[in-house]
């Protein structure tokens, strides 16, 4: 699987753009200000309907415009082509080989992708929701369904939360008796929730410390799962791959803490609270681990993401490098490039590096003379 071309119309800075692509790397390099990031940003849009830098879509409507559209042409047995249409105040339009498709979930295992920016630290750095949202893009890409059962277990958990406020200053019997359905139908989807999560850190995590030993020549590092589904209780003697267990003593918790819940007007029990642990010799990264350690941690992570998508679908995914080779010494740089050697990889730097020139094969495109050349059609 590769994209074989890119086309933009009204996408962030680019009025109309046109960019051919051959499978392996290519660097897109320029200064600052140009839109590299961009046109990764329109290659993930296509990977799950959303851009991977937290914002709107009428955020990526080039300015003044009313509409942005793109299109993205793929070398694979069974994607073609994936077109995203959207109007301001209007509903995103997404195709897929030239059919609209009726739910954007639809949009996930088409084309599979891992993106790695600098922001990525903060998968280490900052709080759980961020960790989720790893958890949640990875798996979605191998699991649709995975991404249905989150939307419905969100659209839940805001009905519930709902009623606890309405239960705490009404009191009403019915309103009781409708929060125990909600959290059945709560632990019936996140039992599933939990149990993929569970899986597919326990499969990342293995992978992750071998390329991070590899990476630092040592350090062991150890990814756990965190499911904060049961609060305090019952969580160290759950089997997390027992699915029929684990709703079962969701319910339970769920129902034990329904007072509590009723008082802070808010549901803290389920897989909403989940988090990720990263752990290197034993000790908490986030605390006492150094920024090349978190740097080598969130790499070795994003490599083991690569693995488990290509090994599970049997396709090879797109790895997209956003700025990131500055941020990295030359020992993480020469890893990062040896794990590009049979997948197409789209790099975005100011310059090409040293480490880029001594590996062969890649294609070094000019945003500046590209943009140019687009101008002039």
Do not use: W
């Amino acid at each position: 699987m590769y994209v074989s071309s890119i086309h933009l119309n009204n996408f962030r800075n680019y009025k109309s753009f046109d960019l051919e692509l051959s499978d392996g790397v290519t660097v897109f390099y320029g200064k600052n200000g140009l839109g590299k990031t961009n046109i990764l940003e329109a290659v993930f849009l296509s990977v799950i309907g959303k851009s991977f830098r937290n914002c709107k879509d009428v955020d990526l409507i080039k300015y003044g415009e009313n509409d942005y559209f793109t299109e993205i042409k793929v070398s694979d047995d069974i994607t073609e082509n994936i077109s995203i249409k959207y109007e301001k105040n209007k509903e995103k339009y997404v195709k897929v080989n030239g059919f609209y498709l009726r739910k954007l979930g639809h949009l996930m295992g088409n084309l599979l992708s891992v993106i790695f920016s600098p922001e990525d630290l903060q998968l280490i750095t900052e709080g759980p929701s961020e960790r989720r949202k790893f958890m949640d893009i990875a798996i979605s890409q191998l699991s649709p369904s995975y991404y249905f059962d989150l939307l419905q277990f969100n659209k839940i958990l805001a009905q519930k939360n709902s009623l606890l406020k309405k239960i705490k200053y009404q009191n009403a019997k019915e309103d009781k008796v409708f929060l125990e359905v909600l959290n059945d139908q709560m632990s019936d989807i996140g039992s599933k929730i939990i149990c993929k999560r569970n899986e597919f850190i326990n499969e990342i995590s293995v992978l992750a410390s071998k390329n991070n030993e590899k990476i630092s020549g040592k350090e062991i590092l150890d990814i756990q799962y965190d499911s904060g589904s049961f609060g305090d209780e019952y969580i160290y003697e759950t089997n997390l791959t027992d699915i029929k267990e684990v709703r079962e003593k969701l319910f339970n918790v769920m129902s034990s803490k329904s007072e509590k819940e009723i008082e802070r007007e808010i549901s803290y029990i389920g897989p909403h609270r989940d988090d990720i642990i990263f752990k290197l010799n034993q000790n908490d990264i986030k605390r006492f681990g150094s920024q090349g350690q978190k740097r080598t941690a969130v790499l070795a992570l994003k490599m083991a993401e690569i693995e488990i998508l290509r090994e599970k679908s049997g396709r090879k995914p797109i790895f997209l490098l956003d700025d990131v080779l500055s941020e990295l010494d030359i020992q993480r740089q020469r890893a990062l490039i040896e794990s590009l050697r049979d997948i197409q990889t789209l790099i975005t730097c100011t310059h090409i590096d040293n480490t880029l020139e001594k590996y062969s094969g890649y294609k070094a495109v000019s945003l500046e003379k590209l943009i140019e050349k687009n101008s002039l059609k």
